[in-house]
């Protein structure tokens, strides 16, 4: 049983949704205001954190950063709010994908499960040690230890850039349309929203150098060889 920590100030929103979670299974602990919130996740870090961006006290988006400034669990942010700045706003704070009210119980807790299993392989112990690591110029992925060094330093990754990377790294070379990667990256099985995709390759960017992964307009993108 997964622990969670819905963050929302609408008393019937956190109301309906901690019960229709709870059904699944999920163990779901609430907060009504950023602040809360905060001080909810530092006295005990949940699996993942379902985050309302529009909060009084501290907003969603302030809550996801500082949550990760000390940890990689996946974050999920929620509002009526779907404009584009709103989205990448949260994404780029560190959220791992962004759902809008209103929303079907049940595909948000296939999201969750989604993310839960990103972070779980993001958390798996190798089963042999030693195998060979993949590099591409100064860039290095061990896939069975899920490690990733650029320029022999080891980078920090949430679960779903971790997951992203390793799907260029099995194909590189190849273009990935951005609803290939929705599919095997989130667990999109329906039409997802493009610019999770989009911001996720950016903070990879960030991370393994700008000039690493290509954008092939119209296509997606590929990992240079």
Same mark, same amino acid.
């Given at each position: !049983? ?16 901690? !019960?229709?979670?709870?059904? &699944? ?11 809360? =919130? ?38 999920? !942010?929620? @509002? ?28 948000? &807790?296939?999201?969750? /499960? ?15 040690? =030693? =195998? ?13 230890? !899920? ?40 667990? &999109? ?20 150098? @700008? ?5 092939? /307009? ?8």
């Amino acid at each position: !049983m997964s622990d969670l920590l819905l963050v929302e100030d609408d008393a019937v929103i956190r109301e309906a949704t901690q !019960m229709a979670l709870e059904r &699944y299974g999920l163990r779901v602990r609430t907060a009504v205001d950023g602040l809360a =919130g905060l001080e909810a996740f530092e006295r005990d870090v949940p699996a993942v954190a379902l985050l309302d961006v529009m909060l009084p006290h501290l907003d969603g988006v302030s809550v996801a950063r500082r949550i990760r400034e000390t940890s990689l669990i996946p974050i999920i !942010m929620i @509002s009526a709010r779907s404009d584009a700045i709103d989205v990448i706003n949260a994404l780029e704070a560190g959220a791992d994908d962004y759902v809008t009210k209103p929303f079907d119980t049940a595909v948000l &807790y296939a999201r969750i /499960r989604a993310a839960l299993r990103r972070a779980a392989t993001g958390a798996k112990v190798p089963v042999s040690a =030693g =195998g060979p690591a993949l590099v591409f110029g100064d860039l290095s992925v061990d896939p069975e230890a !899920m490690e990733v060094r650029s320029r022999g330093e080891r980078l920090s990754l949430t679960p779903t850039e971790l997951k992203l990377l390793l799907e260029f790294t099995a194909s590189p070379g190849i273009v990935l349309s951005r609803d290939v990667l929705l599919q095997r990256v989130w667990d &999109y099985a329906w039409d997802g929203d493009t610019r999770v995709v989009d911001v996720h390759v950016q903070r990879l960017r960030v991370k393994i150098g @700008s000039d690493r992964i290509e954008t092939v /307009r119209g296509f997606g993108y590929k990992l240079r060889r």
